[in-house]
């Protein structure tokens, strides 16, 4: 785990994304959370996944945000049998749809590569897969589309990048997203007394620092906000998020095929506060430094559900990520890793799929959802 990070920038000095923002409140006032994430996160200059290593001192140039170096690490970083059995599973997803050539192989969000790069492996099994998959990558970052450019530079699929998940070709598709859902920006609403008041970023006194406040006046009434709620509550609502599983589940009942969103979040809808600032594998405060830490907030499945169901697809899930590698088979392919291999290579591989899968690690945390076309049969892991 890191513990020191490459930058020792002085806290005191503003970032410039700091100072814009700042100077934006100043200038127009406090803007929503959601605002201040999207900046944060994708600001073409300062966000925290689209600038550059040059742009970004506190980033570690060559890790990037992802991975054990970098800010946090996800389950395809953490053990290849995750990528591997979503090979599987994509694979047998396009089983399901009766095998349609060519079809749209789509990842939102790919990070560094890992999870495609290991799927697209197992998938060999399928050499007509391969054939078949038109590969296309849904990513905002042009530095982690280099890099995976880099990770997928040796396989024989066609690989495309697109910028927005609107702009895949027709025909039926499979998505997969990992970790992507959660740092879509979430607006936040605070219950008082009388009412719900959306969350606001504001400067504090001596105008030196980020402060929340709330918006004088309560939400639109059309805003979807739940009723059970006791005064200093929040509600959290990932608008993007939602209209995203919306669009997913329109295209998959229309063009037929399937997605796999697997993230770290709830699933039921209430209220409770989960945006959380992630730097160098610790928890920093949210507010503090935008652009140099990691933004994320927990999925409601229950919402992306609805959103998707409400676009007339079939939803499956929520299952507990440990679970759904189980029933893929995580034993039984952690068992040919090992076999013949020297103890400390196979402690390494044991220990990579308990991370992932133990209900104490992220096992529990972690929760699988499909979206489908109407009419197919149950995915396997659900
Ligand atoms: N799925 C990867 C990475 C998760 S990090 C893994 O499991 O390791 C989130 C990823 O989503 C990054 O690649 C980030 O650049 C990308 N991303 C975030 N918001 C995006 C958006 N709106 N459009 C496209 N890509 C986005």
Redesign the pocket.
Request: charged share 15%; with cysteine; proline share 8%.
């Given at each position: 785990m890191t513990t020191t990070h490459p930058d020792d920038r002085d806290p005191a000095t503003p970032t410039p994304l700091e100072e814009r923002l700042a100077h934006l409140i100043r200038t127009n006032g406090p803007i929503t959370v959601a605002d201040f994430m999207e900046d944060a996160?994708?600001n073409p200059q300062d966000g925290y996944?689209t600038s550059g290593p040059g742009a970004r001192a506190s980033m570690n140039a060559q890790a990037g945000p992802?991975g054990a170096a970098g800010d946090f690490t996800?389950?395809?970083?953490i053990s290849q049998v995750f990528g591997e059995l979503i090979g599987l599973w994509l694979v047998q997803a396009w089983v399901d749809l009766g095998a349609p050539t060519p079809f749209n192989l789509i990842e939102?969000?790919?990070?560094?590569g890992?999870?495609m790069a290991d799927a697209l492996r197992a998938a060999k099994v399928r050499p007509a897969f391969i054939d078949a998959a038109r590969v296309r990558l849904?990513?905002?970052?042009g530095r982690?589309r280099y890099e995976q450019q880099k990770r997928l530079a040796d396989c024989a699929a066609d690989i495309d990048w697109l910028d927005d998940f609107s702009r895949a070709p027709d025909g039926p598709t499979l998505v997969v997203a990992?970790?992507?859902f959660d740092?879509?920006p979430v607006r936040q609403f605070v219950r008082t007394e009388t009412s719900w008041r959306e969350r606001m970023v504001a400067l504090g006194p001596g105008e030196d620092a980020f402060a929340f406040s709330l918006a004088p006046a309560p939400p639109p009434p059309m805003t979807s906000l739940p009723d059970a709620a006791a005064p200093g509550d929040i509600y959290e609502l990932c608008e993007p998020g939602e209209a995203l599983a919306e669009a997913i589940g329109a295209r998959l009942a229309t063009e037929g095929g399937r997605a796999l969103v697997i993230d770290y979040g709830h699933t039921r809808d209430g209220v409770g506060e989960t945006l959380q600032a992630v730097r160098a594998h610790r928890f920093a405060p949210v507010l503090a430094a935008p652009g140099l830490s990691d933004l994320s907030a927990h999925v409601n499945f229950d919402r992306l559900i609805r959103a998707a169901f409400d676009a007339g697809a079939a939803c499956h899930g929520p299952v507990a990520q440990g679970v759904f590698l189980d029933r893929l088979g995580l034993a039984a392919r952690v068992e040919r890793l090992t076999a013949g291999k020297s103890h400390d290579v196979a402690e390494a591989v044991r220990a990579g799929a308990f991370r992932i899968a133990a209900s104490s690690q992220m096992g529990e945390i972690f929760k699988a959802i499909c979206i489908s076309a109407p009419g197919l049969s149950t995915p396997a892991g659900f």
């Open positions: 996160l994708f996944y992802i996800t389950a395809p970083e939102l969000g790919p990070g560094r890992a999870l849904v990513e905002v970052s982690l990992n970790e992507f740092c879509l």
